[in-house]
Structures are given as C-alpha cells and as structure tokens.
C-alpha cells in the first residue's frame, strides 16, 4: 500500500520561506503525478501543484513565482519551496500520487488515490 509522509510544516513570519517534502514508498514512474494540495478548515482541497514523473510541472495560477516543486527519483522525494510566504498560505498542505497523463489533467483532489496526512504550515505577522 502506498505510503505518503510529509514534512516541514512550520509556522513563519509573512515574507518568510519554507520548504516541505513528501516521501514515498513506490517508485516514480514517467506516468506518475504527484502534488501538493492544501486546504483550510472550511473550505475545499486546493490544488497548489503537480509534478509528473519526466518532471512537467503545472501550478495553481496565482501561486505559480512564488511556489516551486521539485522531485527528487533516487530519494522517492516530492519538495515544495514555498517564497514570500503570506497570511492567506496558512493552511495544512498535503502530498498525493496518481497516474496521470500530464499534470494539467491532474490539477483536482479526486483525481488522486493516494495521500498523506498533511503538514501544518502557519503565516503570522
């Protein structure tokens, strides 16, 4: 069964930067996708970003410039570099896998089959 675990979760200071990462326990393949998704209580599962195994990113608009991801094949390891952090990124952000064909055909939660439990990430003046 699929293992996701993420990491990183902080709580930082507007402007400030954090990076998560997520492992897991299946190899990457060209065909994978995996994302990070965040949400807060109340509100739906957001698309953040996806990246596929051949490393084809697509990000939420208005986050892309500041949000990087990155994988890493030989550490099974999917990384989020988070830059000028602000109030409204305060959310858990959670790590998923799925087989995609491209990652802008993967951008919404149900087309995901497997997840992690989630970091907690907090932005405070």
């Known amino acids: 069964q699929e293992q996701l675990a993420e990491s990183g979760g902080d709580s930082v200071q507007v402007g400030g930067s954090l990076k998560l990462s997520c492992t897991t326990s299946?190899?990457?393949?060209?065909?994978?996708?995996m994302a990070w998704f965040r949400q807060v209580p109340g509100n739906e599962r957001e698309e953040v970003a996806v990246?596929?195994?051949?490393?084809?990113?697509h990000y939420a608009g208005a986050l892309k410039g500041r949000f990087t991801i990155s994988l890493d094949h030989d550490k099974r390891t999917l990384y989020l570099q988070m830059e000028n952090l602000a109030l409204n990124d305060t959310a858990t952000y959670f790590c998923?896998?799925?087989?995609?064909?491209?990652?802008?055909?993967?951008?919404?939660?149900?087309?995901?089959?497997?997840w992690g439990q989630g970091t907690q990430v907090t932005v405070s003046i």
């Open positions: 990246i596929d195994g051949i490393r084809r990113r």
């Open positions: 998923a896998r799925t087989t995609c064909p491209r990652p802008d055909e993967a951008v919404a939660p149900q087309n995901y089959d497997a």
């Open positions: 299946r190899y990457i393949f060209s065909n994978t996708c």
